[in-house]
């Protein structure tokens, strides 16, 4: 992040856009903010940090844009020329979008906080800020995408595992399975096609950073193996000699 303001902004109050150098491209981040150095100071630090960036410099520019970019994160200003930054923000949520908002305002008493958050923001921070908690907020908006776009099952051939209600199926059949298979399943699941190895499955599955002097892994690898293959079924689970465990729908595989 750079330390000083940029000298310039050739467009404003227009929108100005940039594209990254790095990180993200495809996380787009919209600066509603009519103080010029503020909002170049922010939009060079998420330029920096990998962010694709778009500022309006006025309320109603930054609704229409909002309305119709798909816009990740809002960055949101109260007062504003045009409409203020809670009415832009009352108008969004009324149309039924759901992007996430952060109002970055001057404005900090409780019941401002108490206000934009009653009106659909997600988080809010009040000026003068520190640019590393705004990153760290956004990131951790962003974050929460992450949680809700996992999946509700994964597939690997005619094996599925309901993450949901944490059940197995084959050919449409449950599998009983106990907690540490369910764990080892899904963990060679998400890793299809991949060589796990004895080492990473412990960890992950066991939460291990050493090796046990049980055969802990081959015993629980041998049991989900009779569970999920059965004689009618093509094998799904290979063992890799000196290297681990794949789980693949290829059958020509070579153990
Ligand atoms: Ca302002």
């Known amino acids: 992040m750079a330390g000083s303001l940029p000298t310039s902004v050739s467009s404003w109050p227009l929108i100005t856009r940039a594209t990254p150098m790095s990180g993200n491209p495809s996380t787009r981040i919209l600066i509603v903010e009519d103080e010029e150095p503020i909002a170049g100071f922010i939009r060079q630090g998420l330029m920096e940090a990998g962010f694709v960036v778009d500022i309006a410099g006025d309320g109603l520019r930054g609704f229409e844009l909002a309305k119709s970019e798909p816009y990740n994160i809002l960055i949101l200003d109260i007062m504003l020329p045009g409409i203020d930054g809670l009415e832009l923000l009352r108008r969004l949520r009324s ?98 096609g991949r060589v796990v190895t004895r080492t990473q499955i412990l960890q992950h599955v066991w939460g291990y950073n050493f090796h046990p002097s049980t055969n802990l892994v081959e015993v629980h690898v041998c049991r989900l193996r009779e569970k999920i293959e059965r004689s009618d079924k093509p094998k799904l689970l290979r063992t890799i000699r000196g290297a681990g465990y794949m789980l693949n729908d290829d059958v020509q595989i070579s153990e």
Do not use: C, W
């Open 95 to 192: 149309t039924g979008m759901n992007t996430h908002v952060l109002i970055l305002s001057a404005k900090g008493s409780v019941s401002d906080r108490v206000t934009g958050l009653q009106l659909g923001a997600d988080d809010y921070l009040t000026k003068p800020f520190a640019f590393a908690e705004l990153l760290a907020r956004i990131q951790s908006l962003l974050r929460r995408d992450r949680g809700a776009q996992e999946p509700l099952s994964l597939v690997v051939s005619d094996l599925i595992l309901d993450l949901l209600n944490r059940k197995a199926f084959r050919g449409g059949e449950e599998i009983d399975l106990q907690p540490q298979e369910y764990s080892l399943l899904k963990y060679l699941m998400v890793n299809r």
